[in-house]
């Protein structure tokens, strides 16, 4: 007897459409199911089942607002809990519709791709499932008005509660001048940032574990409208927060993420090659606010920018989700192949460069050897035995090999990579480092930082003007007694702790010849650039650098590094007590700790060459 047609139409309607709505997240395994929002054809959803735990919608259509894009996930579910913010979508940037200064057209494209090569599109009518045994691409396409093309995927392997991700650009996103993709956490359900040994993790500091992009309890900015302090009656005030410094140096750190009841949400970071900066650069990376948790996958950025955009490479990466345990190994993309992705070059189609070893090295410091051209970077770091290394998985190419020791480049030479092959090397002789001359005096290790010197230590996560911060303004230093972590501090402002001195002694016969004052800067802000007074002499003024975005006051010292060469004529040279100032100098206005600012590496005294 068939029950149902003799039901009343009213309930014969309401089953359907509970089955069109309910019956794929709780009935389908490994799928895709089409869901029209309202009913409407025009508003299609793709409903994808990990058989993992994990269900997430990718929607299909443009609603006409960013905070809800087309191609944005705007449904999470993982083990029965919604992750995904109802209000704003997980997306690129600010949503596919507001990645270029006019977008011509977006379009997502949901499918299916089993384990002999075949491709099934997903359904087109509303509620219509597909069924599938090992993968799920989704791809959301993008063009600009000036012909650029950016492809985004959402790519599954049956059994994985992961969502896997690559985008590839052929034209710089111009909206925001970066490409980002930003997962927003209700923060009830994910209250917590990350563990130490993560960017974005908990940071120590004077007795109190915290994390610093956590602005929970903030009443208001203190520099543009994304650094925040706190109110004079609570105990943390005078510190400051901000999703800036959540950075941490790209070699440093392989995922970000955070954890709340039960569940663990994190992104692994791929390579990188399709980045710009190099292996030193620093980026936000999280935001932790009142009402979200904010996790930021950067694949390139533009505030202290170093060198341009790559364009035209696939970059991937992983959002994970399991049971709050830390990440340890990297998700497996060897099926990456069978998809079809633009851009993606398998192992077979990369080479390699392999030195015997570095010569010339100091003992105790950390050498990485980084390649770069237009297409792609790469890095790898020297054993520190005797400073062999393998760097791998390279796209084919002319590259600039640069071997730093730090952050500073001490040596490059050309290499060539080509595919399935390894470019060997001898062992290479480091020439270039500022160390090997002699100095009468040296304040300062030549490494391409300032983490020798006073605040250095915490300027990548607390503004210079927060209350755990030392002074910046000090006294005169003595060359022989003073030392760079008490008596000199990481960063010089126009406006805060100008004309800082050193006082250094000269014996009889020193003085003779013309000596040379260098002057090692691995950021500058502003325009800044320094001119010095020896005695009753004052040096000409360099020219200015290009102007870049805040630096220093947002978590980092890493920018170009440049070195100023001084020489100071004999006659103004006397012996005993030689009284040197350094100002930082601009033609740009800026005030406090906004103000034209350098940040030192090194600073030494030496013969003329």
């Given at each position: ?53 994990l269900?997430?919608?990718?929607r299909g ?10 191609g ?10 919604e ?9 690129l ?12 057209a977006v379009?997502?494209?949901?499918e ?12 087109t009518?509303?509620?219509g ?7 799920i ?10 012909g ?7 790519l599954?392997?049956?059994g994985?509660?992961n969502?896997h991700?690559?985008?590839h ?15 927003r ?9 990350g563990?130490?040994?993560a ?15 956590d ?18 009656t609570?105990p ?10 959540s950075n941490r ?5 392989q995922?970000l993420g ?10 692994w ?54 049971d ?12 990456y ?13 990369r080479?390699a460069?392999?030195?015997?070893g570095?010569?010339g090295?100091?003992?105790?410091a ?11 970077q ?27 020791k ?85 960063v ?14 000269l ?21 800044a ?16 650098p ?21 020489d ?27 103000s ?14």
């Amino acid at each position: 007897m068939n029950t149902t047609s003799s039901r009343p139409p009213w309930v014969r309607w309401l089953a359907a459409g509970l089955l069109a709505t309910m019956a794929p997240a709780a009935m389908a395994a490994f799928s895709v199911t089409t869901v029209w929002d309202s009913g409407n054809a025009a508003k299609p959803q793709y409903l994808i089942d990990t058989d993992a735990g994990l269900q997430f919608k990718v929607r299909g259509y443009d609603n006409g607002a960013s905070t809800t894009s087309a191609g944005d996930l705007s449904s999470m579910v993982y083990k029965g809990v919604e992750y995904a913010d109802p209000a704003r979508g997980t997306q690129l940037n600010s949503g596919a519709d507001w990645l270029y200064n006019g977008v011509g057209a977006v379009a997502v494209k949901a499918e299916l791709v089993n384990a002999n090569g075949s491709v099934v599109p997903a359904a087109t009518t509303n509620g219509g499932v597909v069924n599938g045994d090992a993968y799920i691409r989704v791809t959301l396409t993008v063009n600009s008005l000036k012909g650029g093309v950016l492809t985004h995927y959402y790519l599954v392997k049956k059994g994985e509660s992961n969502i896997h991700m690559g985008t590839h650009f052929t034209e710089e996103p111009d909206v925001h001048g970066l490409v980002r993709f930003i997962a927003r956490i209700p923060i009830a359900k994910l209250p917590n940032g990350g563990p130490a040994n993560a960017a974005g993790g908990l940071v120590s500091h004077g007795g109190q574990n915290f994390w610093a992009e956590d602005l929970r309890g903030t009443n208001g900015a203190i520099e543009s409208a994304d650094i925040f302090g706190f109110a004079s009656t609570d105990p943390r005030y005078g510190q400051s927060r901000s999703k800036h410094y959540s950075n941490r140096r790209l070699k440093d750190w392989q995922f970000l993420g955070g954890t709340g009841p039960g569940v663990g949400i994190w992104f692994w970071r791929d390579n990188h090659e399709g980045d710009s900066g190099g292996p030193f650069y620093r980026s936000l990376l999280q935001q932790i606010t009142d009402t979200t948790n904010e996790l930021t996958y950067m694949v390139n950025y533009g505030e202290a920018q170093t060198e341009p955009f790559r364009l035209s490479v696939l970059n991937t990466y992983t959002m994970i989700f399991n049971d709050g345990s830390t990440p340890t190994a990297r998700p497996d993309t060897s099926w990456y192949g069978q998809l079809g992705l633009v851009g993606y070059v398998p192992p077979q189609g990369r080479g390699a460069v392999a030195a015997a070893g570095l010569t010339g090295r100091v003992a105790g410091a950390v050498y990485t050897v980084g390649f770069a051209n237009s297409k792609a970077q790469y890095w790898v770091d020297a054993d520190p035995a005797d400073g062999h290394f393998t760097s791998e998985g390279m796209l084919p190419g002319d590259y600039t090999m640069t071997v730093y020791k730090g952050e500073l480049a001490v040596q490059t030479l050309p290499v060539t990579v080509t595919a399935n092959a390894s470019y060997a090397l001898n062992p290479v002789a480091i020439t270039g480092d500022p160390d090997a001359t002699p100095a009468y005096w040296r304040i300062g290790t030549w490494d391409g930082t300032p983490l020798e010197f006073i605040n250095a230590d915490r300027m990548t996560f607390m503004h210079p003007s927060d209350v755990r911060m030392s002074a910046w303004l000090v006294g005169p230093y003595a060359t022989g007694t003073s030392t760079p972590g008490t008596n000199w501090p990481a960063v010089q402002w126009k406006d805060i702790n100008n004309g800082l001195q050193v006082r250094f002694t000269l014996k009889r016969g020193q003085n003779a010849a013309p000596l040379r004052l260098r002057v090692g800067i691995s950021a500058d802000y502003n325009g800044a650039r320094p001119q010095v007074t020896v005695n009753s002499w004052t040096s000409a003024i360099p020219a200015a650098p290009p102007k870049v975005s805040r630096n220093v006051t947002v978590g980092t010292y890493r920018g170009i590094n440049r070195t100023y060469a001084f020489d100071i004529p004999a006659a103004q040279l006397v012996v005993g007590t030689n009284v040197l100032t350094i100002n930082t100098v601009s033609g740009t206005a800026g005030a406090g700790f906004l103000s034209p600012a350098l940040s030192f590496d090194a600073i030494d005294l030496v013969a003329v060459p």
